[in-house]
């Protein structure tokens, strides 16, 4: 006799979600969680004022429905991302304002970033999200890298350093490290890139009040006992009876299993019988991406009242992504700026010091002196996490899809797939994940009954 229905290996937003339709639907479930927390890739801090900051994952936007269901149905609020004001971006040693859809740039390389702009949705709404690798010439846009489709394409520096700077945004990796039928799929994924990029009507448009840890903390503490935590599960045994996952000190039998770990961890797992060659490959090929997120907290939201919107950019600079991040109330004003790629795999090697002179001075140069004085500055190197080893997500390379591919969310006898990497919408965010632990639940469902 199993312990249980249904074992789900990860407490973040996809084992949480699969568990909550599990039980919802009668079946018994256990959660085992490696972390002293549960909340996966979504993580809550506050600042020494005690404001509450997102370490992790944290805004959402509209057609994201599983998502902003789930905030509903958990009792949160949501609250628009600050954009009103003009942006800055910094490119060629300037620093420039803007108020229109140009991020300042000159006018030739604008019409050029419009140019590669509309051939990429052309090229992304050819995309099959369902099975990527069916993609009509499916083979010749996965055989190039995205960054090799760039400079195929244009021969404008500047256009191609903004591209270079909204992959990394993406993605926290470069644009030479991931396949173009990887980016387009992404983008098919997200509805656009348009969406994916902007605050206002895109993927960055609002936040929930309190952080969206609290999605993964209300649905434990639907779950109860069901969830323990503390537990690294560290083997995998399947038969034609069932599932044990094995953790030191213990272990759990169920009929099923929901693996819910970016892919990067579920393949360091140990499988009984061992994987298919093809699921083990593409645990290979997808690692995560590397990202130092930074919140840096003043007493008040000073580029407010200078105009600006706290957005900046930069063509120039490691920290080149910031966004107003204060909260509703505006009773501190907060930003909050990411190193990513490259530039958080060279900051790995600085100390936290060095880390906060690389962030002020970026910061001092869009914003002024004002910005070199927080009363507080919190950083999170989600590479050093061991038991995430990197964010926002996994990503493929260049022949990884079509080669491995129909292996990312196929189950593999009694094992089921769950995490936003495997989702076919929203792939890579909060709402994926949602939606890619409901799936896998129907999965388990559909063969108990």
């Not at 000190?249 to 298919?276: D, K, N, W």
């Not at 840096?296 to 706290?310: C, N, Q, T, V």
Request: glycine content about 10%.
């Amino acid at each position: 006799m199993n312990d249980v229905d249904v074992v789900v290996v990860g407490a973040g937003i996809a084992g949480l979600s699969a568990a909550r339709a599990l039980t919802a639907a009668g079946k018994t479930v256990t959660v085992l969680e490696a972390r002293d927390r549960v909340a996966g890739r979504t993580f809550g801090g506050f600042l020494s004022n005690g404001v509450p900051v997102e370490l992790g994952g944290q805004w959402v936007g509209p057609t994201q429905d599983a998502v902003l269901e789930l905030i509903d149905e958990l009792g949160l609020e949501t609250f628009p991302t600050y954009a009103e004001g003009d942006g800055v971006m910094a490119y060629g040693g300037d620093v420039v304002r803007y108020d229109d859809p140009t991020y300042g740039l000159p006018s030739s390389s604008v019409a050029e970033v419009a140019r590669l702009w509309m051939m990429i949705e052309e090229l992304a709404s050819t995309i099959n999200i369902t099975a990527p690798w069916e993609t009509e010439n499916a083979d010749e846009l996965d055989r190039s890298t995205l960054d090799q489709w760039l400079t195929s394409n244009t021969a404008d520096p500047t256009a191609l350093q903004f591209f270079r700077l909204q992959v990394p945004a993406l993605f926290s990796a470069e644009a030479a490290e991931l396949s173009l039928l990887h980016f387009l799929f992404y983008i098919k994924s997200g509805t656009s890139l348009q969406v994916l990029v902007d605050v206002e009507g895109g993927a960055q448009e609002r936040r929930v009040v309190g952080g969206t840890h609290q999605l993964s903390e209300r649905m434990a503490a639907e779950l109860g006992e069901r969830v323990r935590l503390e537990t690294v599960v560290h083997t995998i045994t399947q038969d034609d009876s069932g599932v044990v996952a094995a953790y030191e000190g213990g272990e759990v039998s169920a009929g099923y299993a929901v693996i819910a770990l970016p892919p990067t961890l579920a393949g360091r797992l140990h499988y009984s019988p061992p994987l298919p060659a093809s699921r083990d490959s593409l645990t290979q090929q997808m690692p995560a991406g590397s990202v130092i997120k930074f919140h840096i907290a003043y007493a008040e939201p000073f580029w407010r009242h200078e105009g600006l919107s706290g957005a900046a950019f930069s063509l120039d600079d490691a920290f080149n992504v910031v966004f107003d991040n204060s909260p509703p109330d505006a009773s501190c004003g907060i930003l909050v700026g990411f190193l990513e790629g490259i530039h958080a795999r060279r900051a790995a090697s600085l100390d936290a010091d060095e880390r906060r002179e690389l962030v002020l001075s970026a910061l001092v140069k869009y914003f002024g002196p004002k910005a070199a004085n927080p009363f507080d500055l919190v950083q999170q190197d989600w590479n050093a996490e061991e038991f995430t080893r990197g964010c926002y997500g996994g990503r493929l390379g260049a022949g990884a899809w079509t080669s491995y591919g129909p292996a990312l969310a196929a189950p593999v006898g009694r094992l089921h797939w769950a995490g936003a990497e495997t989702s076919e919408v929203w792939n890579g965010y909060m709402d994926g994940a949602v939606r890619s632990g409901r799936r896998a639940a129907h999965e388990i469902l559909t063969q108990l009954d």
